[in-house]
């Protein structure tokens, strides 16, 4: 679970940092219904954002955007993004961060539906360390992908795996799946062995 210290850490320069959301948080990435969008994700997340997060224009805000990606995560709702980049905006502000900064990690959070190719050094950063679990070792990835149909557990087998396969390959099918040329160098082949065979595995 990250820790508290990290949490006072990344509000460094942005605000003060409140502990209230700090709380709030880790109560809704413990919720039941959760699997792989838990403190597990998250902690992941940070270990790969101390390797880049350096190459970020603003690394404070991607790390607040971390924080507050997933804050809440109901598969049977589509504004899950939408929703945590509005708390981590009403948090930053509440905090007293300038306007400017708490729109710039709303925007970030909101980078993480992966509609499209991140924009900028912030984003990059975001979305790699985000979709680093499909660079993970073999047995990781397909805990990952058990975790995933958990979470969507309610919902039938043939819609899921036509969905899943719709998800997978549209990650394949991209130039590269990591924008920032670490990632990319360590976890851009992995990424596309896992995709591959969990496609096959999908049928």
Not at 52 to 73: K, M, N, Q, R, T
Not at 89 to 111: E, N, P, S, T, Y
Request: aromatic fraction near 10%; glycine fraction near 4%.
């Amino acid at each position: 679970m990250p820790t508290l210290e990290r949490w006072h850490a990344s509000w460094q320069g942005v605000a003060p940092p409140p502990a209230a959301p700090y709380y709030e948080l880790m109560a809704a990435y413990a919720e039941p219904h959760r699997h792989y969008h838990t403190a597990q994700h998250l902690e992941a997340c940070f270990a790969h954002f101390d390797a880049v997060g350096s190459l970020a224009a603003h690394p404070a805000e991607v790390a607040l955007a971390l924080w507050f990606h997933d804050a809440i995560y109901d598969t049977k709702r589509q504004d899950n993004e939408e929703k945590s980049a509005a708390w981590a905006k009403r948090a930053l502000l509440a905090a007293g961060a300038a306007a400017d900064a708490a729109g710039r990690v709303h925007a970030l959070v909101m980078a993480t539906r992966h509609a499209a190719v991140p924009r900028g050094r912030d984003e990059a950063v975001l979305v790699d360390v985000d979709l680093s679990i499909l660079g993970a070792a073999p047995g990781r990835f397909d805990e990952y992908e058990r975790q995933v149909r958990a979470e969507y557990a309610w919902v039938p087998d043939f819609i899921f795996r036509r969905k899943r396969r719709q998800v997978l390959g549209g990650f394949l099918a991209r130039a590269q799946l990591f924008s920032t040329a670490p990632m990319r160098e360590r976890l851009e082949a992995s990424a596309r062995a896992n995709l591959e065979r969990s496609l096959a595995q999908l049928g």
